[in-house]
T-cell receptor, first 113, second 113 residues
Framework: DTAVSQTPKYLVTQMGNDKSIKCEQN?????MYWYKQDSKKFLKIMFS???????INETVPNRFSPKSPDKAHLNLHINSLELGDSAVYFC????????????FGSGTQLSVL | AQSVTQLGSHVSVSEGALVLLRCNYS??????LFWYVQYPNQGLQLLLK??????LVKGINGFEAEFKKSETSFHLTKPSAHMSDAAEYFC???????????FGDGTTLTVKP
């Protein structure tokens, strides 16, 4: 069983479209995250949820909207996709506590044409 | 506030040689420090972490890191590189009172035969 799974693995779409990426974790963790990794491999946090509540919202365009239906799921919806949104998006989860490690999904490669 | 600087975006070593990947951090409160590894087309996975206690931390695959508060450093080492160590390595810091992990820009490790 994959601990943190995200779908789809690849997403190719046109500018202006709306798309969603889904993430599920079966580790029983309370906290989930979305990270964006650009073409230079730089990794930046976008959002963090704890028990379905948004606790971190970095400077991300409001075209990006996370949704957590329950603490095992954190989905990312993106409206009006732009070329600059092309990146790898990683979902992660952890137990509560700053000393806890992150468990990452295998990523979603988003390509906006 | 917290930040991480990884010195050297690319490091190349010969198989069997010492691996040294540098990480310096900045944190206004005692930090928790992590090293993650990312293999091609995969998510990040934890190599090791420092929380409290012993400053020399041992991780998986023969890696270790030493927390030096006076130098604000957490360099990653491995005595003898293996071809399978070729990957992207990320240092991360998390404050005791912060909800997010801040990642360095990553270091690409190449291992030559």
């Amino acid at each position: 069983d994959t601990a943190v799974s995200q779908t789809p693995k690849y997403l190719v779409t046109q500018m202006g479209n709306d798309k969603s990426i889904k993430c599920e974790q079966n580790l029983g963790h309370d906290t989930m995250y979305w990270y964006k990794q650009d073409s230079k491999k730089f990794l930046k946090i976008m959002f963090s949820y704890n028990n379905k509540e948004l606790i971190i919202n970095e400077t991300v365009p409001n075209r990006f909207s996370p949704k957590s239906p329950d603490k095992a799921h954190l989905n990312l919806h993106i409206n009006s996709l732009e070329l600059g949104d092309s990146a790898v998006y990683f979902c992660a989860s952890s137990r509560e506590g700053a000393n806890e490690k992150l468990f990452f999904g295998s990523g979603t490669q988003l390509s906006v044409l | 506030a917290q930040s991480v600087t990884q010195l050297g975006s690319h490091v190349s070593v010969s198989e069997g040689a010492l691996v040294l990947l540098r990480c310096n951090y900045s944190s206004s409160v005692p930090p928790y420090l992590f090293w993650y590894v990312q293999y091609p087309n995969q998510g990040l996975q934890l190599l090791l972490k420092y929380t409290t206690g012993a400053t020399l931390v041992k991780g998986i695959n023969g890696f270790e890191a030493e927390f030096k508060k006076s130098e604000t450093s957490f360099h990653l080492t491995k005595p003898s590189a293996h071809m399978s160590d070729a990957a992207e390595y990320f240092c991360a810091v998390r404050n005791t009172n912060a909800g997010k992990s801040t990642f360095g820009d990553g270091t690409t490790l190449t291992v030559k035969p």
